[in-house]
């Protein structure tokens, strides 16, 4: 009688470690992940005297990425931003992950946004965990020159032009960037006098009077 239950222990065990299993899995859901806006000098739209940057906006198409409770809050955890920039990131939805800067771009600067996989919903599977951009390059147009000869002071003439910019600037950043020269060195100038000044239109931060 004992053999008999011994050898019914053995099968047992044997048919345990020898039956058919089903294994349970999730299929990787397959993600696209691209650039949906560009990060633009200033935002689109928006009033030349109250110009804010624009967002770089990184949008995912497959399968949504963001963890339901995150939605709509902060992402920081789930993506690192080289150079370091202040600013915030945020999901707008499942699928789009936004940046808004607190100041304007530097000009003519690649960016790099890495993601971190664990933040981001389970069951993933990323066609790319980084991606970049590069910022616009700062652009100046001189228009408008004209010839000025007092009224009051006929020795007195000037050269005024309007110098517009695609980037907001301060005048004090632009005054100490802005340089200038006579072709030929030939001293035109009064000795000792500046060569120019620079004022600022108080209506727009892209836009100064030489």
């Known amino acids: 009688m004992s053999g008999l239950i011994v050898a019914g222990v053995q099968g047992w065990r044997w048919w345990e470690s020898h039956k058919p299993r089903v294994i349970a899995y ?6 696209v992940v691209k650039v949906s806006q560009e990060p633009g000098s200033i935002s689109p739209g928006a009033v030349d005297k ?6 770089w906006i990184i949008s995912f198409s497959g399968a949504p990425v963001a963890p339901l409770e995150k939605i709509g809050k902060d992402a ?3 993506v690192t931003l080289d150079p370091a920039i202040p600013g915030k990131w945020t999901w707008r939805d499942g699928s789009t992950l936004v940046f808004q800067p607190d100041n304007h771009w530097p000009p003519g600067t690649k960016l790099t946004a890495r ?3 664990a933040a981001l919903a389970k069951d993933l599977q990323l066609d790319k965990k980084s991606i970049t951009s590069t910022t616009p390059p700062l652009i100046a147009n001189l228009n408008d020159i ?12 000037q050269v005024v032009s309007e110098l517009r910019l695609s980037h907001p600037v301060s005048l004090d950043v632009l005054q100490e960037k802005l340089r200038m020269e006579v072709v030929g060195g030939t001293p035109v100038f009064t000795a000792g006098s500046p060569l120019f000044t620079v ?3 108080p209506l727009s931060a892209r836009r100064f009077f030489i």
């Open 76 to 78: 920081s955890d789930a």
């Open 115 to 117: 993601l971190n996989v």
């Open 50 to 55: 109250d110009l804010l940057p624009s967002s």
């Open 146 to 157: 004209s010839f000025y000869n007092s009224p009051k002071d006929p020795t007195v003439y």
């Open 199 to 201: 004022t600022a239109d």
């Open 26 to 31: 999730n299929p990787l859901r397959q993600v």
